[in-house]
């Protein structure tokens, strides 16, 4: 069974940066192995993929984050990265990760807050 854990979140103001990262456990073949994304849920809103890496290393991104936004990953510590640039308060969410059609059990997600 697949566990994650997110963790790197915090109060930033806008222009910052934030870097996130995401432990999975469970079998040594996660990250690198299996498409993978991050995820944000704002209050009120529907939890939304923002940015997701594919086993062969190939990303993709929603609008709202491309240029600002990169994820990277170390498989052999079975580690997803989510490096955030320019961080705009419309930023605010619970960042997740999990793969790529959203399927694994939910760790608990980091809260990222952009504010002044």
């Known amino acids: 069974q697949v566990r994650l854990a997110e963790s790197g979140g915090g109060l930033v103001q806008p222009g910052g940066s934030l870097r996130l990262s995401c432990a999975a456990t469970?079998?040594?073949?996660?990250?690198?192995?299996?498409?993978m994304g991050w995820y944000r849920q704002a209050p009120g809103k529907q939890r939304e993929l923002v940015a997701s890496m594919d086993s062969d290393g190939s990303t993709k991104y929603v609008d709202s984050v491309k240029g600002r936004f990169a994820v990277s990953r170390d498989p052999a510590k079975n580690i997803l990265f989510l490096q955030m640039n320019n961080l705009k308060p419309e930023d605010t969410a619970v960042y997740s990760c999990n793969n790529a059609d959203g399927s694994w059990s939910w760790g608990q997600g980091t809260q990222v807050t952009v504010s002044s």
């Open positions: 469970g079998s040594r073949y996660i990250v690198g192995f299996n498409a």
